[in-house]
């Protein structure tokens, strides 16, 4: 018994830190009516339904074709790890940031497992985060700190777009500097055994891709959606639920308790609203590394008619610490699966990348 709960704390750290956390909220936060209404349903449902979509598609082992294909066509490893970046920043304006990281995050590891370059993971898996955080910041859909304050504000579609191109070119810029320190040597996969595609599956999942995704764009009811990809593995691929990683889903709801919770603390509520008015941008920016993004955006959002200081704060500012953005723990978790002894070199390696680009997207904003 004590072994398995050592191993839970060692397999599920950010979750048993994150649960610490909320507890101590707790204590400030009596639990009330007012906890139902942290919990983001809708992004919830869409992250079990992606979870257990993509774990279908891994089976079916078309991410394995597709990275020998990759790797066939553009030969290089940094050739290879950008595409996979900008593959992640593009994906985010069609989808939100969350979704984008889980579809391209197994295929980047199996692109580097498969050839023998599983020390680029971490820092592949950074600048993915990075560019799932900024690629859909442009769009009111890309980011669901955006959607709010788009519908809040009434903000103009035109207006919108304008508000962070800068921002987003500039992220684009430092994300290709990167990759380029990357060295850029032939890829050749170490295994040479081919698996074939598990066709009929494919198609099934392909389809229910397409459901979720068309559910992100809210053209599908997530109702409808949650109970049709169910019922869909219930009847032919019920495995496919072991493969969830419901901490994951667990350490969402918790972070969303957190952050609730520390946005009704009132000396946080006082200090933030003291400063909201007059800096508005470094305000947001600080608010993000404490309570992340979304919850940022709502709490702000009472405090300043300023939308436009306010919508590039809640996105630059998902860059940072870890907990600015909880997009980014779908990345992390997803890469202590792989290399769970190198909790600290990710995590001070993530902290240096994205505090550089923040750095340099606050210096720009400014001036």
Known sequence: ???????FIKNETVLCVAIILTIITCFFVPIDKEYLGY???????????????????????????????????????????????????????????????????????????????DKYLAFTFILQTIAA???????????????YLYSYFNIETVKFFSILIKQSIIVA?????????????????????????KKDDLYGYAFLFMLVILTIFRIIPYSITFIIVVLSILMFDKE??????????????????????????????????TIVINHTLLAGILSCQFISNVPTAIFLSKFTNNYEQLLIA????????????????????????????????????FTLINTLFLTVLLISTIF
């Open 240 to 273: 496919r639920f072991k493969q969830v990683d419901y901490a994951l889903i667990l350490t969402f709801c918790v972070f969303f308790i957190f952050s609730g919770n520390m946005a009704r603390i009132p000396i946080l509520k006082n200090f933030i609203s």
């Open 39 to 117: 919990f983001d349903y809708n992004t919830l449902i869409c992250l079990f339904c992606m979870l257990v979509v993509v774990a279908g598609l891994k089976n079916t082992n078309i991410f394995e074709t597709i990275s020998r294909k990759m790797i066939r066509l553009f030969h290089t490893r940094r050739a290879v790890i950008m595409i996979l970046v900008f593959g992640t920043f593009f994906l985010d304006m069609i989808v939100a940031n969350d979704m984008s990281l889980i579809t391209f995050l197994p295929l980047s590891y199996i692109v580097l497992h498969s050839t023998k370059n």
């Open 133 to 147: 955080n900024m690629g859909g910041m442009i769009t009111p859909y890309g980011n669901p700190q955006n959607l």
């Open 1 to 7: 018994m004590i072994k398995k709960i050592t191993n």
């Open 173 to 197: 810029i430092l994300l290709f500097i990167c990759v380029l320190f990357v060295k850029n040597e032939p890829l050749e996969i170490a295994d040479k055994q081919i698996k074939p595609v």
């Open 314 to 349: 809640v996105n630059i500012g998902s860059l940072g610490l870890i907990i600015s953005s909880l997009a980014s723990l779908i990345t992390l978790k997803e890469f202590l699966k792989h290399q769970p002894k190198k909790f600290w070199h990710y995590l001070l390696l």
